[in-house]
């Protein structure tokens, strides 16, 4: 590519050359070229033949201290967060830092991009508009030392706010009792539930000679009685239920998939502490960078029909559950 010359140049790049080979004196490189003196001494002893590059040599952030964007970026090399996540978790820090500056300081210091995912990502659609209290349930495997173990998480589909369990078995039973205890815990009222085809919340993939006999499941019958809709996901379309098969990912990333556990016990106590930093501290950006918690409060302030207690006397703390 040829070199892209400054607007009002009077030379060329032969030219320039040309001057600073030649032996003779300025003046008369100046009569020859056609070109002032002062033109022909700084190409003289240049040592180049290219225009430098015009703006500031270190471009500053008008409002972002130096120290300030060494914080930011070793936190971007360290964490790998996203350009979001690190705004949340530095805006606090930083009462400067705002979205754009942010991207423009990691752009400057290269550090904008992360090294694309090998899997590639499928379009993602949106879900249909309800209001708080639409819920997905599903089970999940966890492992500790002591074996093998199922997780029931719950999350609602407007606020993000999440619910677990964690059993040894997945009886209907169990799944009966997680849902009583959800339903206790939250103080919105839940219209609608959405589980898979398993057989701890339905009947409907069981042959029709193994259904029991004009009797409805008892996890149907404990909706019926809070007055809650049952809906089941397409049979082999998982993804349908992908709210809280995304959940279970979260969970397990920053739990069994990075810690090892002697007991359940301390898998049971380390979950619910993640529960608990998530649902009140975590800012989703699919909350617009609020928690979830919050995010309950102000659904309340604007529709206080939706729920059966206020959300701000719901006390803070570890889920606490009967098996």
């Given amino acids: 590519m040829g070199n892209i010359q400054h607007a009002n140049a009077k030379t060329t790049p032969r030219i320039r050359k040309e001057i600073q080979e030649s032996k003779e004196s300025i003046a008369k490189l100046a ?18 033949i290219t225009d430098k590059k015009s703006g500031p040599t270190l471009p500053r952030s008008t409002v972002l201290t130096e120290r300030e964007e060494q914080i930011i970026c070793e936190f971007r090399r360290v964490t790998k967060f996203s350009l979001d996540d690190v705004f949340i978790a530095l805006k606090d820090e930083i009462p400067k830092l ?42 999940s495997e966890v492992h500790s030392e002591e074996g093998k173990a199922y997780m029931f998480v719950a999350i609602d589909r407007v606020t993000k706010y999440a619910y677990v369990e964690i059993h040894t078995r997945m009886t209907q039973a169990i799944a009966c009792k997680f849902l009583e205890n959800f339903i206790e815990d939250v103080p919105f009222k839940i219209h609608t539930i959405l589980t898979d085809n398993g057989a701890q919340f339905t009947y409907e993939l069981l042959a029709k000679h193994l259904r029991p006999k004009n009797k409805i499941h008892p996890f149907d019958t404990l909706c019926q009685k809070h007055k809650i809709e049952h809906r089941l996901t397409k049979f082999r379309h998982p993804w349908t239920n992908g709210q809280v098969e995304i959940m279970n990912k979260i969970i397990k990333s920053h739990t069994v998939k990075l810690y090892h556990y002697d007991s359940l016990e301390e898998l049971k106590k380390h979950v619910m ?20 918690y919050d995010t309950m409060i102000q659904i309340y302030q604007d529709n206080p029909e939706y729920f059966k207690l206020n959300p701000e006397n719901k006390l803070v703390g570890l889920n606490i559950y009967r098996v």
């Fill in 98 to 139: 705002t979205r754009s500056n942010l991207h423009i300081c990691l752009q400057r210091h290269g550090l904008s991009r992360l090294p694309k995912e090998d899997s590639i990502k499928k379009e993602k659609k949106s879900f249909k508009e309800y209001h708080i209290g639409y819920v997905h349930i599903d089970i």
């Fill in 273 to 292: 502490s993640f529960l608990l930093l998530y649902n009140y501290q975590k800012k989703l950006k699919a909350l617009k960078f609020k928690t979830p």
């Fill in 31 to 48: 009569a020859r070229l056609s070109l002032n003196p002062k033109t022909v001494a700084k190409w003289k002893n240049a040592g180049r």
